[in-house]
């Protein structure tokens, strides 16, 4: 089975550069150019020393003692959450400033949801000194009100999104029209493996670092490279593009990625695409996407707004399709449950997104000497208000 | 089948008329669920020698503010394909002059395409314009049915546009082009910068197999008497959805808004 991108930028049924016209020269730009410039000696200097002196590169991988006890499995935890400004995403947004500042823009744009993106991009927005502008949906501005004010510390202007739910998907959409209002001197920084090609591919290849270290540090600490088990949980997708990546052709390792079922998969507020969706095209690819039968987008609903996505990434369609990645998925209860268990038994208080993959080791069965890996996508600071309002701790 | 044998109403415009055109957008289901063929009866009465309806969608990224609040209204009123396509056939039946339906890809996929285009034709529409299909896609997936059907896929243009690829889009078109005013989301504007003139006038010198049309940011007489001067004429939307969100009487605002942009070409 081929898992890779084609040079038509699709993975098998998925993908692909659904965009207007107005955009085309952006993407083409991109899409000309990302690989050569990623593959510059001196641009791979630059950021692996970011990575390394600035987001604190590489990430424990660490033995999750009591946890492993509990599930009778060998846990490690991959601590993304431990990265500079608390999630995984500041690889990614690392890496495009690097590729947008070689591409001469001047500014910055990018959407986001949980606001981690958005802190992710205003932070290194901050360290190029660079103009930058983030949509965020009014709903997640509430939800999420510390990442908003870190964003409007760092420089950043967040500018509400009001159409739809006031969630990630709007403000994406206001994030792309912003482009296409700004076509020259902008570039976009999107948070996740979506979009139109190549900015899935792009952002798993900065992401990728996180499995890269995975298998370093694996070896080093049970002398094999290969886990069992990878799980982590999907928003858009790109925390479990990264941990997935240097695996994917590896088919012994069971490749686990979690969705958000919100208040239950039936109960019409969830965001669990894979089992909700069907193919589409949103926001630039063809994907799998929560849609009703007349191709309106469906509102999807979950605690955690890193999650509260109709849609996922199309590599992630491609290997839920192929059957390489299996997909369960956790309520916002059993992933709050999971938060307050990750923080009690290991100290680490994770994101509710992370809570969600979390979730899952009590649907999953283990034989005693299984190796598996959370990949702890982000901290719970940003959360506390949610943890508080719900209360059973 | 007879509409294959019968010159496409596009053909046909382009044919009789090489200039002042215009070109009417308005979103099916708005500003409410049947007022569409109404809509369309109006703007053929009042002169316009083009109808583009919108099939409204969830996201749709490349318009601005008037345009997504009509989409956002017109799905909430219980717009969908199935039922604009019944609205076209009853246009059809007063109505002559071409018909083009312009949407986002996703929900003519969900209805299927090859069902789409061949109901579109048989409902009596005359071209697409789906903004988020990508040029390669058409040329390697949906021209050759579209061809057959004698069904008219609408390109856009933009500033940024590069000349390649408006040849290659000129060479591929039939029907005319659509030129974008400017890098924007659809969206009205008073008057045109000398950026904008620079480019009317670049396209109109390339002499292009295609004639071409002039949107977004027509708005009024001066920048529709514009538009005339270099392209063949130009499309009006998000003006037009203004004055039907703010209309008491539909048929006499249609009326006005058509005689007032008209009044400033010779
Ligand atoms: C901590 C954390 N984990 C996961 C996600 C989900 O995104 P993705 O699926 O792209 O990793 C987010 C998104 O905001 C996040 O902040």
Redesign the interface.
């Known amino acids: 089975m081929i898992y890779t991108i084609d040079e ?1 930028g699709y993975y098998g049924n998925f993908g ?7 955009l ?2 952006n993407i083409e730009e991109l899409r000309s150019r990302y690989l050569d410039i990623m593959g510059e000696g001196d641009f791979q200097n630059q950021f692996n020393q970011l990575l390394r002196n600035y987001v604190g590169r590489p990430t424990p991988l660490f033995y999750a003692h009591r946890l492993s006890e509990r599930y009778q499995a060998k846990i490690y935890l991959k601590r993304e959450d431990l990265c500079h400004t608390g999630a995984h995403k500041i690889n990614n947004t690392i890496g495009q400033i690097l590729l947008a500042k070689r591409l001469g823009k001047q500014k910055i744009i990018a959407e986001t949801g949980a606001g981690q993106h958005g802190v992710a991009t205003a932070t290194v927005c901050a360290l190029m000194g660079m103009d930058c502008i983030v949509y965020m949906g009014q709903l997640d501005m509430e939800r999420q009100r510390p990442n908003v004010e870190r964003m409007r510390i760092l420089g950043t202007t967040v500018v509400p999104a009001t ?2 739910n006031m969630t990630l ?1 709007d403000a994406t ?1 206001e994030a ?2 912003h482009w ?5 001197d902008t570039h976009y920084i999107i948070g996740s493996v979506v979009g139109p090609h190549p900015y899935p591919d792009m952002v798993a290849r900065f992401q990728s670092v996180i499995s890269e270290e995975i298998r370093n540090q694996l070896s080093e600490q049970e002398g094999n490279p290969y886990p069992d088990y990878v799980i982590a949980c999907v928003g858009g997708g790109s925390n479990a593009a990264g941990a997935f990546y240097h695996f994917v052709n590896d088919e012994h390792v069971q490749l686990i990625g979690v969705e958000a079922a919100g208040l239950g998969i039936d109960s019409g507020e969830s965001a669990a695409t894979t089992v909700l969706g ?7 690819s063809k994907t799998l ?1 929560m ?1 009703t ?5 469906v509102e999807p609903y979950s605690i955690s707004a890193g999650l509260d996505y109709p849609g996922i990434g199309p590599w992630h369609a491609h290997l839920f399709e192929t059957g390489r990645v299996k997909f369960l998925n956790a309520t916002d209860d059993e992933a709050m449950q999971a938060g307050i268990e990750l923080s009690r038994t290991e100290g680490i208080i994770p994101a509710i997104e992370t809570a969600h993959a979390v979730a899952v080791l009590k649907k999953m069965e283990f034989d005693p000497d299984d190796v598996v890996v959370i990949n702890v996508s982000g901290r719970g600071d940003k959360d506390l208000e949610t943890y508080i309002r719900w209360g059973k701790y | 089948m007879e509409t294959i044998n019968v010159m496409n109403r596009i053909d046909k415009l382009f044919q009789q008329k090489k200039e002042n055109i215009l070109s009417v957008f308005f979103t099916a289901g708005f500003p409410t669920l049947h007022d569409t063929v109404e809509i369309a009866k109006q703007l053929q009465s009042a002169g316009v020698d083009m109808i583009e309806i919108g099939i409204p ?8 503010p008037v345009i ?1 609040q009509s989409s ?1 209204q017109a ?1 909430d009123n219980g717009m ?3 039922l604009l396509l019944e609205q076209v056939k009853e246009i059809r039946k007063t109505v002559s002059v071409p018909i083009i339906l312009m949407g ?8 299927g395409m090859d069902r789409f285009f061949s109901d579109a034709v048989a409902a009596g529409v005359d071209g697409l314009i789906l ?7 058409f040329e390697s997936h949906y021209k050759q049915e579209m061809d057959r059907l004698d069904l008219r896929n609408i ?4 500033p ?3 000349d390649d ?1 408006i040849e290659r889009i000129d060479q591929a078109s039939r029907g005319f082009i659509y030129a ?1 005013s400017s ?3 659809t969206g009205s504007k008073n008057e045109f910068d000398e950026n904008q003139i620079r480019y009317f006038k670049r396209l109109k010198d390339k002499q292009l197999k295609n004639p071409f049309l002039i949107g977004f940011g027509i708005s009024n007489k001066e920048t529709f008497s514009a538009a005339c001067q270099n392209g063949a004429g130009a499309i009006v939307g998000s003006a037009f959805i203004k004055v039907l969100s703010a209309s008491k009487s539909i048929p006499n605002d249609i009326l006005t808004f058509i005689k007032t942009l008209n009044s400033g070409i010779k």
């Open positions: 038509r692909g550069a659904y965009i207007p016209e107005m085309y020269p159409s739809g998907k959409n792309m029209r296409i209002n700004n076509p020259t069907k193919p589409g095209v949103l926001h630039g996407l849609q039968e007349d191709g309106q987008v | 969608f969830s996201d749709p990224i490349a318009d601005g997504q956002k799905i969908t394909v199935t986002y890809l996703n929900p003519v996929m969900q209805y903004p988020d299909m990508p040029f390669e896609e390109f856009l243009i933009s940024t546009t590069s690829r974008v890098s924007s989301t």
